[in-house]
Every structure is written in structure tokens, then in C-alpha cells.
T-cell receptor, first 114, second 114 residues
Framework: GAGVSQSPRYKVAKRGQDVALRCDPI?????LFWYQQALGQGPEFLTY????????KSGLPSDRFFAERPEGSVSTLKIQRTQQEDSAVYLC????????????FGPGTRLTVT | AQSVTQLGSHVSVSEGALVLLRCNYS??????LFWYVQYPNQGLQLLLK??????LVKGINGFEAEFKKSETSFHLTKPSAHMSDAAEYFC????????????FGAGTRLFVKA
């Protein structure tokens, strides 16, 4: 079956622009996660949804970052007024149940802020 | 709080040699432990996981890992390296505390020499 998909795969933004990154989880998966992976680093947790509820947003680095999952399926990560330090790969993952520990990752969106 | 330390950002082995990637964790509650592999420009793929039960866990592609609570370690091994094993490997710890968060190590890049 289809895996987790993310779009766009690559995004170049000028400093100060707003961007929106999309994640399509595996159909029926309850949990959805966003991670930020800087070059040469491991992924860092940003936020977690269980269905449409955002249960943990402790990893969002600033109030310029906002995530939503209004119908409990597709999720969008929005970054306002992008800064150079926002350049990273943004990974989305989903899991079948709230307590399912196995996460399925998408290919990521590489954001470059110039 | 949870944390993960991967010893060695780069490991180089010859084809056919033993692979050993080290991971130590810190967790205030019983952890769930994972190893993921990441190939260039791709998302993360789960190699294996430890949740409960047997402490020696077997995964895909001939990898295995042993959970040692006394040493707070979860090292990844493979008896004989293949060229196709060259990739970035991430150790991760997850704890469910009402919400769900996965903490990743910084990663170890494995090089396999012919």
C-alpha cells in the first residue's frame, strides 16, 4: 500500500517568506509526527497529533511554526517569516494507533532558506 | 527526561567484517528503543525495536540489537557487513507519557570498504 508522502520534496524560500509543507500519512493511521532534521544531525521532535488533536507541540522552536491536522488525516506544517536557521529536512511520520511505537516515515521536505 | 548518545559519528568496516554501532540511552521510565536506517535523500526505515520481553531483538537485513538495562545500552550488530549497508543509522528512544515523543541520537554513518 501507499506509504507516507510529503510535498513538496524540495522548497527554496527567501528569508521572510511563509512556507507550507504537506504530509499525507498512511490511510487510517491515528498518530502523526513532525520532525526537523538539520544537516548531519538526527531528527528532532516538533509536534504530535492523535487524530485531529495536537497533543504535544513542545518541540516547535518558535511561534513562527504552526501545525494542523484539521480532519485527522493530512497535516500541514507552516513556517512564517522563514529564517536561515529554518533550513533543514522536515520529516513526517505516522503510526497506526495512539500507542503504536512503530513509526513510518515519509521522504521528507528539504527546505532551504536563502 | 530521555536522551540518546551514539558513540562515533562515523564507523568504517571492511565488507564481511562485524558491524557494531553503539547506543546508550537515558530514561526515567522503561524505554522503548529503536534503530532506524536512512539512505541518502530518503526517510527513515525501521530496522528493529525493543518494547518488552526478549532482550535480544532481531531486525531486517541481518541486524540485531541487545537491550542491556544495567548498562543502559542498545548496541546494533551485524555479523558480516555488505556494501549495501552503507548508510546513516539512528538510535531512538520513545516513552508514552500521555503524549508520545521519540528522541533520536545524532546518528552514525557507516562506511563499508570493499
Amino acid at each position: 500500500g501507499a506509504g507516507v508522502s510529503q510535498s513538496p520534496r524540495y522548497k527554496v524560500a527567501k528569508r521572510g517568506q511563509d512556507v507550507a509543507l504537506r504530509c499525507d500519512p498512511i490511510s487510517g493511521h491515528v498518530s502523526l509526527f513532525w520532525y526537523q532534521q538539520a544537516l548531519g544531525q538526527g531528527p528532532e521532535f516538533l509536534t504530535y497529533f492523535q487524530n485531529e488533536a495536537q497533543l504535544d507541540k513542545s518541540g516547535l522552536p518558535s511561534d513562527r511554526f504552526f501545525a494542523e491536522r484539521p480532519e485527522g488525516s493530512v497535516s500541514t506544517l507552516k513556517i512564517q517569516r522563514t529564517q536561515q536557521e529554518d533550513s533543514a529536512v522536515y520529516l513526517c511520520a505516522s503510526s497506526l494507533r495512539a500507542r503504536a511505537y512503530e513509526q513510518y516515515f515519509g521522504p521528507g521536505t528539504r527546505l532551504t532558506v536563502t | 527526561a530521555q536522551s540518546v548518545t551514539q558513540l562515533g559519528s562515523h564507523v568504517s568496516v571492511s565488507e564481511g567484517a562485524l558491524v557494531l554501532l553503539r547506543c546508550n540511552y537515558s530514561s526515567s521510565v522503561p524505554p522503548y528503543l529503536f534503530w532506524y536506517v536512512q539512505y541518502p535523500n530518503q526517510g527513515l526505515q525501521l530496522l528493529l525495536k525493543y518494547t518488552t520481553g526478549a532482550t535480544l531483538v532481531k531486525g531486517i537485513n541481518g541486524f540485531e540489537a541487545e537491550f542491556k538495562k544495567s548498562e543502559t545500552s542498545f548496541h546494533l550488530t551485524k555479523p558480516s557487513a555488505h556494501m549495501s549497508d552503507a548508510a546513516e543509522y539512528f538510535c531512538a528512544v520513545s516513552v508514552y507519557t500521555g503524549g508520545f515523543k521519540t528522541i533520536f541520537g545524532a546518528g552514525t554513518r557507516l562506511f563499508v570498504k570493499a
